[in-house]
């Protein structure tokens, strides 16, 4: 089984900074994409932002500029470097990796437990 394992988020004023950390562990020949996704009360879960294996990053459009995805292959890691927060990036947040499991095994979505981040002053 794969776990994820989210570390970060917390409260933080308007225009303030957090990064967030996930590590994927558990049985993992590779990993597809893994990213970030969050939810807001009352609203559907979006994605933020998601990097393949190879590099290629895409960022949902009112993080750009502000919100920085970043991957270490080797380690199984996905961390998230959040600049000028603004309330309405009050959520949930979800780490997400797309995992293969074995050399003949389909990749498979898996998700963290979510991780709260509270922008106010």
């Known amino acids: 089984q794969v776990q994820l394992v989210e570390s970060g988020g917390g409260l933080v004023q308007p225009g303030g900074s957090l990064r967030l950390s996930c590590a994927a562990t558990?049985?993992?020949?590779?990993?597809?994409?893994m990213g970030w996704y969050r939810q807001a009360p009352g609203n559907q879960r979006e994605l933020v932002a998601r990097v393949t294996a190879g590099g290629a990053i895409r960022y949902a459009e009112s993080v750009k500029g502000r919100f920085t995805i970043s991957r270490h292959n080797a380690e199984n890691t996905v961390a998230l470097e959040m600049n000028s927060l603004k309330s309405e990036d009050t959520a949930v947040y979800y780490c997400y990796a797309r995992v293969v499991e074995g050399f003949w095994s389909p990749a498979r979505a898996f998700w963290g437990p979510g991780t709260q981040v509270t922008v106010s002053s």
């Open positions: 558990g049985n993992i020949f590779n990993i597809r994409d």
